[in-house]
């Protein structure tokens, strides 16, 4: 399609799938990253086509999320679509947590979970706008309507996203942009190996009567589909990839 296109957390596991994905459709990425510089340039170099950069920002840092949003919208030419994939998952169990760790916890999992995306959005619509229009899609997870009793700041930072995607949704449909967000539940990555690997991992599995985790590749295809051109009239739709390991109404 040879946009541009901008994934949050693309240095590993479902963000670098979901990188990969658009440029095997013919799109130009810039792939984000905060501290693993080399992975990122690794993925770059790695996709297929020509015109991929990397981006370094701390999501949770508003002023450093702004030059990566405007410095991979001027390097890749223009910002048809923005994937909102980086986020942090951080122990917190609420009878095992000191006050400090508490605080801590919940400060940076909202910082980047939450406040990070939304300035992200922020920072691209008018990149977007620009362009005649584009899609956000953001990356929540199953959690965010079941719970996560021992990281409750991750579960709410979901929730919380899925709201805000659903605002813009209705805020930015008048300029041609839609909004939509992919809810995974537990995929094989690299930050759960070692919960698919220990001692847990048979019990995860037979979460879903697939009897297995869902692939980085999986959650990538619905966002690419999220991000179509056919996708326009789903804006606003939170779509669940876990394998019906979780149902809702």
Not at 45 to 52: D, M, Q, R, Y
Not at 101 to 112: D, I, V
Not at 125 to 142: F, K
Request: hydrophobic content about 45%; charged content about 15%; aromatic content about 6%.
């Amino acid at each position: 399609m040879n946009r541009g296109v901008l994934v949050t957390g693309a240095s590993r596991g479902i963000g670098r799938a979901i990188a990969a994905a658009f440029a095997q459709a013919g799109d130009r990425v810039a792939v984000h990253y905060n501290r693993s510089a080399r992975e990122a340039e690794q993925v770059a170099a790695s996709l297929p086509g020509e015109g991929h950069v990397t981006v370094r920002a701390d999501m949770a840092d508003a002023e450093a999320v702004r030059r990566a949003v405007d410095t991979a919208a001027t390097d890749l030419g223009r910002l048809d679509v923005l994937v909102n994939n980086a986020g942090v998952f951080l122990a917190h169990p609420p009878l095992s947590t000191s006050y400090e760790q508490w605080q801590a916890a919940w400060s940076a999992t909202l910082g980047t979970n939450l406040t990070g995306a939304a300035n992200a959005t922020f920072c691209a619509v008018p990149h977007l706008v620009a362009a005649g229009g584009g899609v956000v899609v953001n990356v929540s997870s199953r959690g965010a309507f079941r719970g996560e009793p021992d990281c409750p700041a991750y579960g709410a930072s979901k929730a919380a996203l899925n709201a805000f995607g659903q605002s813009m949704a209705v805020a930015l449909a008048g300029r041609n942009i839609s909004v939509a967000t992919v809810a995974p539940g537990f995929v094989d990555t690299d930050m759960a190996r070692s919960v698919l690997d220990g001692p847990d991992g048979e019990a995860v599995r037979r979460q879903s009567p697939f009897g297995r985790v869902a692939r980085p590749q999986e959650v990538a295809a619905a966002v690419l589909w999220l991000a179509s051109p056919e996708a326009v009239f789903a804006s606003g739709t939170i779509i669940d990839v876990n394998g019906a390991s979780y149902l809702r109404s």
